[in-house]
Nanobody, 125 residues
Framework: QAQLVESGGDLVQPGGSLRLSCAAS????KFWYMHWVRQRPGEGPE????????????QYADSVEGRFTISRDNTENTVYLQMDHLEPEDTAQYYC??????????????????WGRGTQVTVSS
C-alpha cells in the first residue's frame, strides 16, 4: 500500500541545520505535488512548503522562506527538506504529504491523499 516515511529529525542547537527525508513506497511521487507540514503540540498543522511534480515550482510559508529548501528526487521516490538557521520556534513534528495540486491551507493532515507519521525536530540549547 502507499506509504510515506519521514526521517532525519533530531535535537539541534539554534542556528544549526538538519536535512529531512521522506521516502515514498507503493506509489510514484513524480505525479504528485509533495508538501512538508509541521505541527507543534497543542496546535493545528502548519503548511510550510510544496514542490511541483517536475521540481521547478516551489512555494514556502513566510515563517521558513529563506531558511528552508525543499527538493525531490523522483528516481529515488524521495522528497527532502533542508533546514538551515533553525530557531526554537521550528520545534515540531514534521510530516510530508502528497496531493494532486498545491494544498497550502489545511485544517487536518487527512486532507492530503497520502501523509506520513512524521519525524520530530527539536531546536534547543
Amino acid at each position: 500500500q502507499a506509504q510515506l516515511v519521514e526521517s532525519g529529525g533530531d535535537l539541534v542547537q539554534p542556528g544549526g541545520s538538519l536535512r529531512l527525508s521522506c521516502a515514498a513506497s507503493g506509489f510514484a511521487i513524480k505525479f504528485w505535488y509533495m508538501h512538508w507540514v509541521r505541527q507543534r503540540p497543542g496546535e493545528g498543522p502548519e503548511w510550510i512548503s510544496v514542490i511541483a511534480p517536475g521540481g521547478r515550482n516551489l512555494q514556502y510559508a513566510d515563517s521558513v522562506e529563506g531558511r528552508f529548501t525543499i527538493s525531490r528526487d523522483n528516481t529515488e521516490n524521495t522528497v527532502y527538506l533542508q533546514m538551515d538557521h533553525l530557531e526554537p520556534e521550528d520545534t515540531a513534528q514534521y510530516y510530508c504529504a502528497a496531493f494532486s495540486v498545491p494544498l497550502i491551507r489545511i485544517i487536518s493532515l487527512n486532507e492530503y491523499t497520502y501523509w506520513g507519521r512524521g519525524t520530530q525536530v527539536t531546536v534547543s540549547s
